[in-house]
């Protein structure tokens, strides 16, 4: 029996974040608080089945899994995943899990299902341990903006309940706007503190060689950081509260993320390989030596002679 791949384990992965999603929707449409350690459950289990898949590529890639677009898409999900399984016991937020496992199951079946995103990884993309942590923690940090925008989302459909008298159905399950602007407050000042861990970690390599990162990859970087700082400055300030903080917060996540395909696409160096899941295996050395090493011994026989 071959052994399962990388990608057969995230499919599965995504099968469970698929169910939970699937469940919430059940409870939803019949108005009935569906089982929060049921939902915990299956999130859980897709969250271990995810963890082991990244597991296995990392082994493949020998490194952190975040090479191409594939992987960033992998590795963002994995983080709200594992953000919620903190947050939502801590908050006991039940509706947290059904909004989770929506954005996990899209972002792994999105990238799954698009061929091009994991049809080759760049060779030797992080050349020491310090950037491919500084990379880690800048993905890790665009998790914590991901379930920011699902709270975000919680916040303006309460809003809409609350201004509309509608506190039936999917609304019941909403907490209270002062608990969502609690939690939202919490997780921008953690994303942003990842974020400029890893900015700091980069900036200390980067100074030793400011032609290591190209132009565009730097901007964007620093643009989605002082988006992020400026958004939190102005909340402690009380001048961004509200919807327009949540509205905010959704877009700058929006944004964050259709930047990752050109600072992926700026990366160095250059020079790309097949995806592990690519490459044929080969179970046994070939007996005949290569076409090379054949033409090599005509010159190298009439030379002896």
């Given at each position: 029996?071959?052994?399962?791949?990388?990608?057969?384990?995230?499919?599965?992965?995504?099968?469970?974040?698929?169910?939970?999603?699937?469940?919430?929707?059940?409870?939803?449409?019949?108005?009935?608080?569906?089982?929060?350690?049921?939902?915990?459950?299956?999130?859980?289990?897709?969250?271990?089945?995810?963890?082991f898949g990244l597991y296995l590529r990392g082994l493949a890639v020998k490194g952190c899994p975040i090479?191409?677009?594939?992987?960033?898409?992998?590795?963002?999900?994995?983080?709200?995943?594992?953000?919620?399984?903190?947050?939502?016991?801590?908050?006991?937020?039940?509706?947290?899990?059904?909004?989770?496992?929506?954005?996990?199951?899209?972002?792994?079946?999105?990238?799954?299902l698009i061929p091009s995103f994991d049809a080759i990884r760049r060779v030797s993309a992080f050349p020491?341990?310090?950037?491919?942590?500084?990379?880690?923690?800048?993905?890790?940090?665009?998790?914590?903006?991901?379930?920011?925008?699902?709270?975000?989302?919680?916040?303006?459909?309460?809003?809409?309940?609350?201004?509309?008298?509608?506190?039936?159905?999917?609304?019941?399950?909403?907490?209270?706007?002062?608990?969502?602007?609690?939690?939202?407050?919490?997780?921008?000042?953690?994303?942003?503190?990842?974020?400029?861990?890893s900015l700091a970690v980069g900036s200390a390599y980067w100074l030793r060689d400011t032609q290591s990162?190209?132009?565009?990859?730097?901007?964007?970087?620093?643009?989605?950081?002082?988006?992020?700082?400026?958004?939190?400055?102005?909340?402690?300030?009380?001048?961004?509260?509200?919807?327009?903080?949540?509205?905010?917060?959704?877009?700058?996540?929006?944004?964050?993320?259709?930047?990752?395909?050109?600072?992926?696409?700026?990366?160095?160096?250059?020079?790309?390989?097949?995806?592990?899941?690519?490459?044929?295996?080969?179970?046994?050395?070939?007996?005949?030596?290569?076409?090379?090493?054949?033409?090599?011994?005509?010159?190298?026989?009439?030379?002896?002679?």
């Amino acid at each position: 029996m071959p052994a399962l791949t990388d990608r057969t384990w995230l499919w599965l992965a995504a099968a469970f974040y698929f169910a939970g999603f699937a469940l919430g929707t059940y409870s939803v449409l019949r108005q009935k608080l569906h089982s929060r350690a049921t939902m915990y459950f299956v999130i859980s289990l897709g969250f271990c089945i995810q963890t082991f898949g990244l597991y296995l590529r990392g082994l493949a890639v020998k490194g952190c899994p975040i090479g191409n677009t594939f992987e960033i898409f992998q590795f963002t999900a994995w983080s709200a995943t594992s953000l919620y399984l903190v947050i939502g016991a801590a908050f006991r937020l039940s509706l947290l899990g059904y909004f989770t496992s929506c954005l996990a199951a899209t972002l792994t079946a999105v990238s799954l299902l698009i061929p091009s995103f994991d049809a080759i990884r760049r060779v030797s993309a992080f050349p020491n341990p310090w950037i491919e942590f500084h990379a880690a923690l800048a993905i890790f940090s665009y998790g914590v903006f991901a379930l920011l925008a699902l709270t975000s989302v919680m916040y303006l459909l309460q809003v809409y309940s609350l201004k509309n008298q509608r506190l039936n159905g999917l609304f019941s399950f909403l907490p209270s706007i002062r608990d969502l602007d609690h939690i939202n407050l919490r997780l921008l000042k953690t994303g942003l503190l990842l974020m400029t861990a890893s900015l700091a970690v980069g900036s200390a390599y980067w100074l030793r060689d400011t032609q290591s990162v190209d132009a565009p990859k730097l901007i964007i970087t620093i643009a989605v950081w002082l988006a992020y700082a400026t958004a939190f400055g102005l909340r402690i300030l009380s001048r961004l509260v509200a919807k327009r903080l949540a509205w905010t917060c959704i877009l700058l996540f929006a944004a964050a993320l259709l930047s990752l395909w050109p600072v992926n696409s700026s990366r160095k160096p250059l020079t790309t390989e097949p995806a592990p899941h690519t490459v044929p295996r080969t179970t046994e050395k070939s007996a005949t030596p290569p076409v090379s090493s054949v033409a090599g011994r005509a010159p190298l026989a009439r030379l002896q002679q």
